[in-house]
């Protein structure tokens, strides 16, 4: 097939397909970034965020949780126990933002239902703290030792089981998106690491093929001169040696090329047929055989030779 192509249509071909590699290397290059982007997204847009706000909702528990106990020891200052409330009120907040920033954040199947079970038992955690702050206020009305009992034993019982419930489930969804990202980390360190072999790999293929191509042309045209020089250099001998029926031989030359060596072949039979008529003519005029005046079209100087031969028949007749 690349014999009967044209140097051109060789030199597009070669350039086509170095741009299609090119291209499609390209086209894996932004495929492989989107790619990264997207893990980087699942990290940086997702995971953080929502260990972030796991993390807050955490620490509001636990500062609830420290203010509700600080509310248990008898005989607090009015100042410390309104301190408590506040911490409690200000953390509840906290916690109520986080919230907000994590739940519409993309969970996966396991976060999901974990959530879900989180919920409740975060709801009934808060019941909970109220429950507690309800039951101060009547010690604090009543300021007896029973009410305090009281208060103790939900504090530390009831207030404390459902703490521990929402805070399992509260480090486990952590402990889910730690993992997560670290997942998503590592596909993306994988996949950077593919890409750029790749990479490498096709930018290789792509100089290789380059500079298969180069040679290939190099050779291709290295052999198509030497083959019109040595034509050229076979009719310049025979042309010199007086072999004037010497012709090129157009089947050692490319086919795209011939046209050269099929000119210098036309051009040789139009300079030596006025040759060859103008030696008859005076080899015959010379035997005493007067031939009749050349009547055959010629130009410039062969037309020149034309009229002598014929001043010379009229001359001699």
Request: some cysteine; hydrophobic content about 45%; glycine content about 8%.
């Amino acid at each position: 097939m690349l014999k009967t192509m044209k140097l051109g249509q060789k030199i597009i071909s070669g350039f086509c397909l170095v741009t299609v590699i090119s291209a499609a290397m390209g086209i894996f290059g932004y495929y492989g970034i989107n790619q990264l982007m997207g893990f980087q997204e699942e990290v940086s847009g997702v995971r953080l965020p929502s260990i972030q706000g796991l993390l807050i909702i955490s620490e509001a528990q636990t500062a609830v949780k420290a203010a509700t106990r600080s509310l248990l020891v008898p005989g607090l200052a009015n100042e410390r126990i309104e301190n408590q409330f506040r911490y409690i009120k200000e953390a509840l907040a906290r916690a109520d933002q986080a919230w907000k920033i994590y739940e519409p954040l993309p969970q996966t199947t396991e976060e999901a239902t974990t959530w879900k079970e989180f919920v409740p038992a975060w709801e009934s955690w808060i019941k909970d703290v109220q429950q507690t702050e309800k039951n101060f206020k009547t010690y604090q009305a009543g300021n007896g030792k029973a009410e305090h009992e009281r208060m103790l034993e939900f504090a530390m019982d009831t207030e404390a089981k459902s703490f521990q419930q929402a805070e399992g489930l509260l480090n486990k969804l952590v402990e889910i998106n730690v993992k997560v990202a670290e997942e998503a980390a590592l596909a993306a360190d994988a996949r950077s690491g593919l890409i750029k072999k790749s990479m490498i790999v096709v930018v290789m293929t792509v100089i290789g093929l380059a500079l298969a191509i180069g040679f290939y042309l190099k050779g291709n045209i290295g052999a198509i001169l030497k083959s019109l020089l040595d034509e050229s250099s076979r009719l310049t001998e025979a042309a010199v040696k007086g072999q004037l029926a010497t012709r090129g031989d157009v089947e050692k030359i490319n086919f795209e090329f011939r046209g050269i060596v099929e000119g210098l072949n036309q051009t040789l039979d139009a300079v030596i047929g006025p040759l060859n008529v103008a030696a008859e003519y005076v080899d015959r005029i010379s035997k005493g055989d007067i031939p009749p005046k050349i009547t055959d079209n010629y130009n410039g100087d062969f037309n020149e030779i034309k009229n002598n031969l014929n001043g010379c028949i009229d001359a001699v007749n």
